[in-house]
């Protein structure tokens, strides 16, 4: 199973027991909110740390285009990224194939 959504499962389980400790404890309805939202965000801030930290930037020479890409739970996206943006150490330059080769 994927860190990311390990994480968000933890995360989402935690929601629902505070939850249900805030109505057994009498708590009123926005301390609940107030607990949801902040799990909420801790759960988008992971995901944004996972996307970031799993994406690489790859060059290809025979158009002289470069592309972020990420990798996740079931997932790849790409976005084309000025080439001139991108540190030097963190492009991959891709290898043109010649023909026969595999």
């Known amino acids: 199973m994927d860190r990311t959504l390990k994480i968000f499962i ?11 400790l805030f109505i057994i404890n009498g708590c ?18 992971l995901t944004a740390d996972s996307l970031i930290n799993n ?6 020479p025979r158009m002289n285009l470069c592309y972020a890409v990420s990798e996740g739970f ?23 194939r010649k023909d026969g080769d595999e």
């Open 10 to 20: 933890v995360i989402f389980m935690s929601t629902i027991i505070i939850s249900i």
């Open 28 to 45: 009123e309805l926005s301390e609940i909110k107030k607990e949801i939202a902040k799990k909420e965000e801790e759960t988008l801030q």
């Open 74 to 96: 079931r997932h790849k996206s790409i976005a084309a990224i000025n080439c001139k943006k991108i540190p030097k150490r963190l492009l991959i330059i891709g290898k043109i």
């Open 55 to 60: 994406m690489f930037y790859v060059k290809d």
